[in-house]
């Protein structure tokens, strides 16, 4: 990772009308309301009916970017996030609560270490299952959700998390997030919307079971409590920003210094005494104030031209943050009669690749190169070895990612 400390934030980061927000409902969620929309039927996945519907016109047409072959590579890469657990659904398939293999002689005892040798620990075993970021909050329960599908979210003095017929229950002491991130393939993010961006993505959700599940046992056979989460149990992006990945972006989605947008966020729950990140500010918020292209360049007219706002601009938004908010079903819309995902708004992010010189011709933001925090991200990049350029200006080329471990 980039280190952040020349760039910790001097103020909060995102702002929130408390007489507002409202912890934030699954069930609000696209993915649910659509495919209640679609076919009565409440559940994350009711929604791709449609998707598979113009995926098998594609098909016969052989359309471009959309054969069989295409989606083949793509359901491939899908396959262990399927098996291991759906892209999130929580103390669900290999997304379990507690131990899974791990024996009594580790998960019963505890670890004894200081925070500082503990968060280190953390962290190196985030990269050695394959994580490519990690950072650590302190679990802000507001963005927890407030209920799954069925049932609620609560928080009790219990020792261990638990499932009851009508409730999750997460101990009190769970106060710690290790928030993750895995970089997607940019080159097939590119395609979009041919379906090999979604194999990036599809792949991005694999890597995410495996990480999040390896990291939820290495933390129980040190005798701490954790919950692995993918897109389930608490809102990724905002704990991501609380652990210092990035900052939110237009599209809004989390944009990160090493790779922009073009990652997949999960995290682990823990009463692991750790030492918590600190938010960072690169200016990403600010310059996409004046950076129009993923509104642009979004077929839905789903991402706003406009200013951020307090105020929803649909279901599938909460109330109260600060934020460019997306019209999520008009998205997923697309998706359906595109036969598969589309990244646009991560293809085209001037952050997804690093500085060309080319950008500067209709950004408005300064004109002191010292001053523009996409040149700064990418120099960031260079120093550390995440992009190599030839030539001031020119395109940077992405260095293969140097994965420690899985």
């Known amino acids: 990772m980039i280190p952040r400390m020349e760039f910790f934030a001097e103020k909060p980061v995102y702002q929130i009308d408390q007489a507002v927000y409202r912890r934030f409902p699954v069930t609000k969620q696209a993915f649910v309301t659509l495919g209640q929309k679609d076919t009565g039927e409440t559940g994350i996945l009711f929604w791709v009916g449609k998707m598979f519907q113009n995926m098998g016109a594609n098909i016969l047409s052989n359309t471009p970017g959309k054969s069989q072959v295409d989606y083949a590579l793509d359901f491939?890469?899908?396959?262990?996030?399927?098996?291991?657990?759906?892209?999130?659904?929580?103390?669900?398939?290999?997304?379990?609560?507690?131990?899974?293999?791990?024996?009594?002689?580790?998960?019963?005892?505890?670890v004894q270490m200081d925070p500082n040798s503990l968060t280190g620990?953390?962290?190196?075993?985030?990269?050695?299952?394959g994580g490519d970021l990690v950072g650590i909050a302190n679990l802000d329960r507001r963005w927890v959700y407030s209920e799954d599908l069925i049932k609620p979210f609560v928080f009790e003095?219990?020792?261990?998390?638990?499932?009851?017929?009508?409730?999750?229950?997460?101990?009190?002491?769970?106060?710690?997030?290790?928030?993750?991130?895995?970089a997607m393939n940019a080159e097939f993010i590119e395609t979009s919307p041919a379906v090999l961006n979604s194999t990036a993505a599809e792949i991005g959700y694999s890597r995410m079971g495996i990480v999040a599940i390896s990291m939820a046992e290495f933390i129980r056979s040190l005798g701490y409590i954790a919950i692995p989460c993918m897109n389930d149990t608490a809102?990724?992006?905002?704990?991501?920003?609380?652990?210092?990945?990035?900052?939110?972006?237009?599209n809004g989605l989390l944009i990160t210094p090493e790779y922009g947008p073009c990652v997949r966020i999960f995290k682990v729950l823990t009463n692991m005494p750790l030492i918590p990140d600190r938010p960072v500010d690169y200016g990403i918020t600010n310059f996409c104030k004046q950076c129009l292209l993923c509104a642009r360049e979004c077929p839905s007219g789903s991402i706003s031209f406009g200013e951020m706002s307090t105020r929803p601009v649909c279901e599938n938004n909460n109330p109260g943050v600060n934020t460019w908010y997306v019209e999520a079903e008009n998205c997923l819309r697309f998706w359906q009669t595109n036969g598969t995902a589309c990244a646009n708004c991560i293809a085209v992010c001037p952050f997804t690749i690093g500085f060309q010189s080319t950008q500067c011709i209709e950004c408005e933001m300064c004109n002191n190169p010292k001053e523009c925090p996409l040149q700064t991200v990418t120099v960031e990049r260079e120093k550390h070895g995440y992009v190599r350029r030839t030539k001031w200006g020119s395109r940077p080329l992405i260095n293969p990612l140097a994965r420690v471990g899985l």
């Open 76 to 110: 491939g890469g899908n396959a262990l996030n399927l098996l291991l657990g759906s892209y999130g659904m929580p103390n669900s398939q290999f997304l379990k609560w507690n131990p899974l293999f791990i024996p009594e002689q580790l998960s019963a005892k505890q």
């Open 235 to 250: 809102l990724s992006i905002p704990l991501a920003i609380d652990a210092g990945l990035g900052q939110i972006g237009r």
């Open 157 to 182: 003095d219990v020792d261990q998390p638990e499932e009851t017929g009508d409730r999750f229950i997460i101990p009190d002491r769970v106060d710690k997030a290790i928030v993750m991130a895995v």
């Open 121 to 129: 620990l953390v962290k190196y075993a985030a990269g050695v299952y």
